[in-house]
């Protein structure tokens, strides 16, 4: 009987993101002041996660320019892909769907299955976007996760950016976003650090604050 071939995760379509960024990152530049130190992703190469706080429904785009050329995969909660528009945007970005609110097992193997790709994995470990500009609690697991990798972890920070796309407007507004960068743990770290170092430090570096 011939064996089925597992199904890559595959990276986001190179046109598609290439394209996007040409267009995107100047608009943001010039509309919005953005500047992106890019200090804390020097060498970044997959496998590696980044850990990124939730401060706008942008925070893909943001993300995603901080890392150009690099092509990330997004794990993302599923009900966007109940959305008709975004929908086959979001399967040419090849990104890793997961439930709200629950341990999602199959998720946590499409991550692993991203790693052993050589990909590298954006996540948004607080879980939901804040309403108010200040970050909420890590999503449980985030530090097990870590562990579970072992790979090289970074975080971006896209500072000001609730101010210029807040929730509860449908509208941006004119504003500053200053987006930062860090590398977090290297790999090699992570295998003497303790489950509550690392979620310390993950706590820590999600903290923000655009009140």
């Known amino acids: 009987m011939k064996k089925t071939k597992a199904k890559k995760i595959g990276k986001p379509n190179a046109l598609l993101l290439w394209t996007a960024g040409l267009v995107m990152i100047p608009y943001y530049f010039l509309r919005y002041g953005m500047k992106i130190d890019r200090s804390g992703l020097k060498g970044i190469s997959g496998p590696a996660l980044v850990l990124c706080p939730h401060i706008s429904g942008n ?18 909660s599923e009900h966007f892909m109940t959305r008709p528009k975004l929908r086959p945007y979001l399967k040419l970005m090849h990104v890793i769907t997961k439930k709200m609110y629950t341990v999602d097992v199959s998720a946590i193997m499409n991550i692993l299955k991203a790693k052993r790709e050589n990909n590298i994995l954006v996540l ?9 500009g ?12 870590v562990k579970k990798l072992g790979v090289d972890v ?3 920070t896209g500072n000001g950016a609730y101010l210029t796309f807040p929730k509860w407007s449908p509208l941006s ?7 930062t960068t860090e590398k977090l743990f290297h790999k090699e770290d992570i295998l003497t650090l303790s489950l509550e170092e690392i979620r310390g430090k993950i706590d820590a570096s999600i903290l923000h604050d655009d009140e």
Do not use: N, Q, W
């Open 173 to 179: 507004r004119r504003g500053k976003i200053y987006v």
């Open 134 to 145: 200040h970050s909420l609690p890590v999503t449980e697991g985030t530090a097990e996760l």
């Open 59 to 76: 925070d893909h785009l943001i993300t995603a320019m901080a890392l150009y050329p690099k092509r990330p995969t997004y794990v993302v």
């Open 124 to 132: 948004f470990p607080e879980g939901r976007l804040s309403c108010f």
């Open 154 to 156: 970074y975080t971006i």
